[in-house]
């Protein structure tokens, strides 16, 4: 049987994002106790003005830094999709952080080990970032949903589109 | 105390020797941090009469207790202190975006510049690693290219950084600060400070943790505050934004067109916020930690100004808008970009270009001598071709670029009339002649011409009080808002956030009390607001101001308004001014003129002072 995609990760939605960086203090304040962007597994970037967006895991289907890992710290939960390091095995190399196209992992600045978004898994209202994001624009959604609503933009323009021509 | 970072960086500019100090406590507590804390130690480093484009005038930087946390609005301000060059008084500018966080996660408060560079240089901090670096690479470029310069040549694209403009390197007395592109400490000239220091921007990346002393609480008022942004208290600034005044305040006939000449604008519904939203708004952006978003980035789609992007505010459309009798939005916002290209105030390069071309009407200013430029009001041309000139200081320009007052005492020929200035810092988009309120908050404002000093508009635009009397109880309403306002820009809240505080100085204290772990009361904080403004009335007073200095434009008390409506004829007289002085000395405890009294001194902890009035 074909199954749907079940995996979850954190999108950001490029108009609704204004690039406040509520989701980095919420992270850093929900995994340490302080208020501290470099403690952050979402980061925002300011390319200019006008684009704004946060990143973070994308839980690829091959990801990329699991494959990287020289020593084996890296492993993906078969069931959540997220990214599962061995504190003990990661000696900070950063082979991972070269290997991910999202700059998702990250190396800590003070355990020195990396650390990725695991999907807030203990808390039982979900990723703090998403209840935070004033703008509501962080989701947890599959990447079926995602291709879902871009398809569904699609077709409400082309109508639009119509509809103006008529 | 937490909050705090705890230390002072000072920066000798001459030497390039650099030293961190303890933050006394004390200072904390009884100045609270930003404009506050930046006048302490900018009066306590300072030698009266200094000249402000000297070496020996120093540059204070300051952040507030709550930088650096989640607090929305309050987490991401710096003040620029020092004494102003535009006025010879105090000189202050706040200013928000990520540059203010940065620097506390640098484990600063405050950074005193003094000195001069002998090349030009910029300051870089990486956290503990302080160094003074070349900047000849980015002298003569624009803040928004300096960013970008300094970031790649550092290699780390989350530095943040202040800069200045052309405008600065010139030390044009209307030249600001600006950072992340498009904020900036824009008023009183402090970029010519910077400028005269050959410093052309400071670099920041901090890595430290910043914690406060209650968390849970402290993460629950932060919940409510963004409950509080989502509700009607800010509604404004996250729909239209602050170019909505453009449509209230022309109704009111209080939006000063044409260099004071009108104060109502015909053509207003071409510049309103209503269609700069619908055809130029691109996006609404944020500063850190700020939940209710209100930078509005218009972009310019089509014609001779495609591609044009710059922040609009009512302040900056205003100046160069309606007060230069401006009615179109794409020049206003190329306008406003090139502000920001060569780093100057919009507000006070929007009123010195209405005053040339109130100059040039009247026939003061030739077509020669403007070198051939066509300053009649309306023309977008015009606007933006001495918009160049001033941001070089080529032509004309070298004589505009200092202000108006500097620019009238120049030309002469009773020119002076025609300068819509208060100390010499030109003034803001609100007619002071039908806003008494706002006009004694103006006259009696620390840094000049200013409406948010005193935040007294508030009460005249909403109909609080009848806007067109002077009466009694309304020096009372400028010292109350005055005392809040301080507190705000000393904490360094967004001023556009001030509707979300709903209990005000009990919302702050409780906010100082949850971030630092001191007990501070309401009264303890407006008691704080109050020692502020003292201190800044001292500062004024060494430098030689005086109750003539209290004063107001001479078209706001000479000419009254012509334009049929609601406020004909509405003018502030000599008598109304005196009244409304007295009474707000009297309110603050100063004597008739204008002197904070020995026994107010003592009341408000720093009569070590008493021998500067």
């Not at chain 1, 952050?40 to 839980?59: D, E, F, K, Y």
């Not at chain 1, 998702?104 to 080990?113: D, N, Q």
């Not at chain 2, 002469?412 to 609100?430: C, D, F, M, P, R």
Request: charged share 25%; with cysteine; net charge negative.
């Amino acid at each position: 049987m074909v199954k749907l995609h079940q995996r979850k990760f954190i999108s950001a939605d490029p108009e609704k994002c204004v690039g406040c960086q509520i989701c980095e203090y919420a992270c850093s304040f929900n995994k340490e106790k302080v208020f501290n962007p470099l403690k952050s597994r979402i980061r925002v970037v300011r390319v200019n003005q006008t684009a704004n967006m946060a990143v973070t895991c994308r839980l690829c289907e091959d990801p990329a830094c699991v494959a990287a890992c020289p020593r084996d710290a890296l492993s993906q939960d078969p069931t959540t999709g997220s990214i599962v390091l061995d504190k003990d095995k990661c000696n900070g190399c950063g082979w991972c952080i070269e290997a991910c196209d999202y700059g998702a992992m990250m190396l800590h600045p003070e355990t020195k080990v990396v650390y990725v978004c695991d999907l807030c898994k203990d808390k039982p209202d979900g990723p703090q970032c998403v209840k935070w994001c004033p703008e509501e624009a962080l989701t947890v959604v599959t990447s079926d949903v995602l291709a879902q609503k871009a398809r569904i933009g699609a077709i409400k323009k082309l109508f639009q589109e119509k509809e103006e021509k008529q | 105390m937490l909050g705090y970072a705890g230390r002072i960086l000072q920066v000798d500019l001459t030497t390039g020797k650099v030293r961190i100090e303890k933050l006394a406590e004390e200072n904390a507590k009884q100045y609270i941090g930003g404009i506050g804390l930046g006048m302490k130690l900018w009066l306590d480093n300072s030698k009266a009469g200094v000249n402000p484009l000297s070496p020996e005038n120093p540059l204070v930087l300051a952040l507030g207790p709550v930088s650096g946390t989640m607090f929305p609005t309050g987490g991401n301000g710096h003040a620029f202190i020092s004494k102003s060059p535009a006025t010879g008084g105090v000189g202050e500018a706040v200013s928000h975006g990520t540059f203010g966080a940065e620097l506390k996660r640098a484990g600063f408060d405050a950074i005193i510049f003094t000195g001069k560079a002998d090349k030009p240089v910029y300051l870089w901090i990486d956290d503990d690693t302080i160094q003074i670096l070349d900047a000849s690479q980015v002298w003569g470029r624009s803040p928004p290219e300096t960013e970008d310069a300094i970031k790649t040549e550092l290699g780390d694209f989350y530095i943040r950084v202040a800069s200045i403009g052309l405008a600065g390197e010139k030390q044009s007395k209307i030249a600001c600060i600006i950072n992340e592109k498009t904020r900036a400490a824009g008023r009183t000239g402090l970029g010519a400070v910077m400028g005269s220091k050959n410093l052309k921007a400071i670099a920041v990346r901090g890595t430290r943790d910043i914690a406060v002393a209650q968390p849970d609480e402290f993460i629950n008022m932060v919940k409510e505050f963004h409950e509080r942004m989502k509700g009607p208290a800010a509604q404004k600034y996250r729909t239209l934004g602050t170019v909505e005044n453009v449509m209230v305040q022309n109704q009111l006939f209080c939006m000063p067109t044409r260099n004071f000449n009108n104060s109502h604008f015909e053509n207003a519904d071409k510049v309103s916020g209503e269609v700069l939203n619908e055809r130029y708004v691109e996006k609404i952006i944020a500063c850190n930690s700020c939940a209710m978003r209100c930078e509005h980035e218009a972009l310019v789609r089509e014609g001779p100004y495609k591609g044009t992007l710059a922040r609009m505010e009512y302040d900056n459309l205003w100046a160069l808008g309606p007060n230069c009798g401006v009615d179109k939005l794409d020049a206003i916002i190329k306008a406003s970009e090139r502000c920001n290209y060569y780093g100057l105030d919009a507000t006070s390069t929007g009123v010195t270009i209405s005053f040339v071309m109130d100059c040039h009407e009247k026939g003061i200013l030739t077509h020669e001598e403007l070198g051939g430029i066509d300053a009649h009001f309306g023309n977008a041309e015009a606007l933006i071709q001495l918009i160049e000139k001033i941001g070089t200081r080529e032509g004309i320009g070298d004589m505009l670029a200092d202000g108006v007052k500097a620019a009238a005492e120049k030309i002469g020929k009773n020119s002076i009339q025609l300068a819509q200035h208060i100390k010499g810092l030109e003034v803001t988009g609100y007619d002071l002649r039908c806003l008494k309120t706002t006009a004694l908050g103006s006259a009696v404002s620390f840094r000049g011409a200013d409406h948010n000093r005193s935040g007294a508009y508030a009460s005249d635009v909403k109909g609080k009080v009848d806007r067109l009397k002077a009466e009694r109880g309304r020096g009372l309403i400028v010292k109350e808002t005055e005392d809040v306002n301080a507190i705000i820009d000393s904490l360094i809240i967004c001023k556009n956030a001030k509707g979300t505080l709903y209990k005000e100085l009990a919302d702050m204290a409780k906010l100082y009390s949850l971030v630092t772990g001191v007990d501070m009361t309401p009264e303890q904080l407006r008691a704080a607001g109050e020692r502020i403004i003292n201190i800044a009335r001292i500062i004024n007073l060494r430098e030689g101001l005086t109750r003539e200095d209290d004063t107001l434009p001479w078209k706001v008390m000479n000419q009254p308004i012509q334009d049929d409506g609601p406020v004909k004829g509405a003018v502030v007289t000599q008598e109304e001014l005196d009244l409304l002085l007295d009474d707000y000395y009297t309110a603050r405890g100063w004597t008739v003129d204008g002197v904070p009294t020995k026994e107010k001194l003592k009341e408000l902890s720093i009569e070590e002072y008493q021998n500067l009035t």
